[in-house]
């Protein structure tokens, strides 16, 4: 794949994307014109802003959500970063993603983003940007035992767990968090925590 053709998996999957909430189709099409004004918006190098995939996992039974203490944010957040040249689209760079943070095989991702989101950050580029972050629900298949599946925290993260859905941990980003859940819960059929 290439910068341009991930650029235009993203302007494809946002103008195709529908939601009732109007919130969200605002943020749509906030991206969707920062998408036709930079070239570059799906690259970690465009410094005034740039599209970043995460992901919110749940476990089988959606009772659990995953989570990872960010280093730079400093709070619980779900797994995600920055789109790379070869992804074949946002969504495969939040399964790469989702893959690479929680060590968990076999995922399943939504086939559309559940949730948009900007966040001021200063990120590997070292200076002061903004994440257009475009979020998907992952699903983990059941561990061995049918429980939880075994995690596997990354060098990108201070800490890593699932967290109950009903008992997010408190800080900065719980109120995001708590939202975000449930978004990922009402995505998977079931009624928010």
């Not at 009732?20 to 410094?47: E, K, N």
């Not at 760079?93 to 559309?112: F, N, V």
């Not at 580029?125 to 561990?143: Q, Y």
Request: aromatic letters at 4%; charged letters at 20%.
């Amino acid at each position: 794949m290439s910068a341009a053709s991930l650029h235009r998996s993203a302007v494809e999957m946002l103008t195709g994307w529908s939601t009732t909430d109007p919130h969200q189709d605002s943020m749509r099409h906030t991206v969707l014109a920062f998408l036709a004004a930079r070239d570059d918006a799906c690259l970690r190098a465009c410094a005034p802003g740039h599209l970043t995939a995460s992901t919110m996992i749940l476990d089988h039974t959606g009772a659990f959500a995953l989570l990872t203490l960010h280093p730079r944010v400093g709070a619980w957040i779900q797994v995600g970063g920055h789109c790379e040249p070869e992804d074949d689209g946002i969504a495969d760079a939040a399964m790469r993603e989702a893959t690479e943070e929680s060590g968990i095989a076999g995922l399943t991702l939504s086939h559309e983003p559940i949730a948009l989101h900007t966040h001021p950050i200063t990120c590997s580029l070292g200076v002061p940007t903004r994440h257009l972050d475009v979020r998907f629900l992952g699903v983990a298949p059941p561990g061995p035992d049918g429980g939880l599946p075994e995690i596997i925290r990354s060098d990108e993260s201070v800490d890593l767990r699932w967290w109950p859905v009903d008992a997010l941990p408190e800080g900065t980003h719980h109120a995001e968090m708590a939202a975000l859940v449930a978004t990922a819960r009402r995505a998977k059929g079931l009624s928010p925590a």
